[in-house]
């Protein structure tokens, strides 16, 4: 362990307790004085001029030597900063290490530029040669250690520093539990994270954007808006850090309402709509099935950068809307904005979802033509997509041909596997699929898919054969399940749910509604449910997937006329896809329904991806 050595003397200074860190803090504070040189000293103006531009500093640092200033603190300190901010890790340890006798204000001075530079390991490596030089750390050390932490992601690491914070008397220190707060977070260590949260007597609004930015990063986005909420009625003042994981956890859920409230809150507050917080109310509108309030915030932005931009491409993409994504993407290349990797992967996207070949053809290869970008897995998933959902799959599979041994990763051919199924080519369809399953043994979905090829190719031995392969090997089926917000409150369901209170009148309520379907011309397609079922029971499989009980109820709590949002983990079946277009008619509704995969706008019989999808 790279801080295994500085245990000992972590505890060498251990026992200082309460009285030595009150000690520390004030001869921090001494030293931090006491290497102040005047305002006309001409070295100290001389660094200042150079700035972070490393020839200068060099030169500087040699007149330094020359003059025999070099054993000044503070100008040391200056240069270690300066030289550090240039860039040169490898320059600022080089003058570091012949420093002799370097004080807590030259060592918090040096941790602290290096961790928020982006220096992390080297900041660790200073704050041991700090506890080896018998310095002793303060609260100052500690929030910039800790920092590092977190960026590495250094659990082992952390949870040592943790432990000199706690000897060292800084526990109970509002800003190095915020930071500890942090680093768990972003370790993954949640509980731990919370457990320290929980115990801060006095939060800051920089604990609470850590916790509730830990939930959101770590999948628990429902847990994070809950926190934000419990934030609220403490009367504690979110701000825009707190906004922007608050929209992210929004996206994740749906959470339409939320979302609105945050935005009008933002607005009502004259809070300032930089590019980071306007990239997240887009991506939250786009993934909530707004875009005229997406686009609406993309064009009252005064300033913008690839990210906005790249943001708006991917909310139309998404929605099936492959020309407005490519207007926009025109737009961006008009102002001068050279697109990024991620960029690109928006555009191919919403050229597959589309059906824009040709405009997908002239993107991928401008990435190196153009841009001087090397195309990348997600590009290629892209364009495998693209071809096939076309009906392009000899096109499709060729390009995978000529792709490297390291390019050929799992996801590529997931998107083959989906072409051939999509358009029932079975014989390619379970080559691919056994090739996948070579490549990752233990993913359910691959099994998945190649007996789904097996059943519609009417092979039910080799059906029951995988089922068995699974059974052996404890694999499982990823659970599908959906979630509707009504009132601002979000609503679970899996297949089948029956822990719903009303759930006796959402069935009777849905079986109704499919009956009413079916004298509109609805025919359940019965190869979407599990094979072993008999005819009747499969229909009855299909009638209770969580999405049609997530439209039932939504459709139970809403007033007529009110838009339906519903957003699924799995991609949406046939049935549930067909089924969505009578209901639209027989309700009158729309009905969003947001996927793995992109959205779909079930509007007066007929789907905004025109059964391409």
Known sequence: MLLS??????????????????HAAKQYE???????????????????????????????????????????????????????????????????????????FLFNSLIKSSSKLGFSLDALLFYRRMLTSKVAPS??????????????????????????????????????????VTFYAKSGALDVARKVFDEMPDRNVVAWNSMISGYEQNGLA?????????????????????????????????????????????????????????????????????????????????????????????????????VQAMEIFHRMKAYKLAPNSVTLVAVLSACAHAGLIDEGRRTFASMKQKYGLVPGVEHHVCMVDMFGRAGLLS???????????????????TAMLGACKMHKNFDLGVEVAEHLISLE?????????????YALAGKMDRVESVRNVMIQRGLRKQVGYSTIDVNNNPYLFSMGDKSHPETNEIYRYLDELIWRCKEAGYVPIPESAMHELEEEEREFALRYHSEKLAVAFGLMKTSHGMTLRIVKNLKICEDCHSAFKFISIVTNREIIIRDKLRFHHFKEGSCSCLDYW
């Open 5 to 22: 050595s500085s245990v000992s003397a972590a505890l060498a200074i251990a026992h200082v307790g309460k009285k030595g860190n009150d």
């Open 139 to 180: 609260s100052y050390t500690f929030t910039s250690v800790i920092k590092a932490c977190a960026d590495l992601s250094a659990l082992k690491i952390g949870r040592v520093v943790h432990s000199h914070v706690l000897v060292n008397g800084y526990g109970s220190n509002s800003f190095v539990q915020a930071a500890m």
């Open 441 to 453: 043994p233990e993913n359910p979905g691959h099994y998945v898919l190649l007996s789904n090829m």
């Open 30 to 104: 001494e030293q931090v004085e006491a290497t102040k040189l005047p305002p006309k000293s001409e070295e100290y103006e001389a660094l200042v001029r150079a700035g972070p531009n490393l020839r200068s500093l060099q030169q500087i640092h040699a007149h330094l030597f020359v003059s025999g200033c070099h054993r000044s603190r503070a100008l040391i300190t200056k240069l270690l900063i300066l030289s550090c901010a240039a860039g040169s890790i490898n320059y600022t340890r080089r003058i570091f290490h012949h420093f002799l006798h370097p004080d807590s």
């Open 395 to 413: 096109e499709a599979y060729q390009f995978i041909k000529e792709l490297g041994p390291q390019e050929l990763v799992p996801a590529v051919w």
């Open 222 to 322: 429902n847990e994070g808006v809950v926190l934000f909420r419990k934030m609220l009625e403490l009367g504690v003042h979110p701000d825009s850090t707190t906004f922007v994981s608050v929209l992210s956890a929004c996206s994740q859920l749906g959470l339409l309402d939320l979302g609105y409230w945050v935005h009008d809150y933002i607005i009502s507050n004259g809070i300032h709509i930089n590019v980071i917080l306007a990239t997240a109310l887009i991506n939250m509108f786009s993934r909530c099935g707004n875009l005229s309030r997406a686009l609406a915030v993309f064009d009252s932005l005064d300033e913008g950068n690839v990210i906005a931009w790249t943001a708006m491409i991917n909310g139309y993409g998404m929605h099936g809307y492959g």
